[in-house]
């Protein structure tokens, strides 16, 4: 069973950094895609970053793009999301996902979301 589970989110001012991590287990990082979406209060989840562990490729949307950096630890079954110049709009729940393809920073053919992790930016 695919099992994901974030961890990391908090409180931080504008301006500063934090990492989410995200914990899988019950799959195996070449065999599929695995990224971040975010739900802000009162909009839609949107995917933000995807990444293909068999090429190393990564994806961003360009809300996000030179700002937030994901990455993978195979050997920890872990999933990164350091996420630098924090801005108050980027404060979301924050989940994790995986998939079969990205499709630039959209994760297709979703197989699991991750119980989210909130992030809170103060201006």
């Known amino acids: 069973e695919v099992q994901l589970v974030e961890s990391g989110g908090g409180l931080v001012q504008a301006g500063g950094s934090l990492t989410l991590s995200c914990v899988t287990s019950?799959?195996?990082?070449?065999?599929?895609?695995i990224g971040w979406s975010r739900q802000a209060p009162g909009k839609e989840r949107e995917g933000i970053s995807c990444?293909?562990?068999?090429?190393?490729?990564?994806y961003y949307a360009s809300a996000v793009k030179d700002r937030f950096t994901i990455s993978s630890d195979n050997a920890k079954n872990t999933v990164y999301l350091r996420m630098s110049n924090l801005k108050p709009e980027d404060t979301a729940v924050y989940y994790c996902?995986?998939?079969?393809?990205?499709?630039?920073?959209?994760?297709?053919?979703?197989?699991?979301w991750g119980q989210g992790t909130l992030v809170t930016v103060s201006s």
């Open positions: 996902a995986v998939g079969r393809w990205c499709s630039g920073a959209i994760i297709n053919d979703l197989q699991r």
């Open positions: 990444f293909s562990g068999t090429d190393g490729s990564a």
């Open positions: 019950g799959f195996t990082f070449d065999d599929y895609v």
